[in-house]
């Protein structure tokens, strides 16, 4: 059973950073990306960063390229988003995800939720002064 837990989350002022972790279990090194999404309140959630298992291929927003990074540390199935510059408009719950394939069948983005069928239970970020 896919399970994933993320931290890390907290109260930031704008222009600092926070790392979130996702610490995963259950799956196989097969899997085929591992993603972070996050939703703020009366908004649709939307993907942030992505990272491909076999060849560590990222893909970023374009809200965030150049201010957040994406790793992972595939042994121990553990996931990482650091986040710099933040900003007020960063403010959401950030949820990790699993994509066990890849469907293409959502413009072939591969930061489509619904390419990702195992969530985390999210972890609140709010940049405020």
């Known amino acids: 059973q896919v399970h994933l837990v993320e931290s890390g989350g907290g109260l930031v002022q704008p222009g600092g950073s926070l790392r979130l972790v996702c610490a995963g279990s259950?799956?196989?090194?097969?899997?085929?990306?591992i993603g972070w999404f996050r939703q703020a309140p009366g908004k649709e959630r939307e993907g942030v960063a992505c990272?491909?298992?076999?060849?560590?291929?990222?893909k970023y927003a374009d809200s965030v390229a150049g201010r957040f990074t994406i790793s992972r540390d595939h042994a121990n199935n553990t996931m990482y988003l650091q986040m710099n510059s933040l900003k007020p408009e960063d403010t959401a719950v950030y949820y990790c995800?699993?994509?066990?394939?890849?469907?293409?069948?959502?413009?072939?983005?591969?930061?489509?939720?619904?390419?990702?069928?195992?969530w985390g239970q999210g972890t609140q970020v709010t940049v405020s002064s």
């Open positions: 995800a699993l994509a066990t394939s890849f469907s293409g069948s959502y413009s072939l983005d591969p930061l489509h939720p619904l390419e990702y069928p195992y």
């Open positions: 259950g799956f196989s090194p097969n899997y085929y990306a």
């Open positions: 990272i491909g298992a076999m060849y560590g291929v990222t």
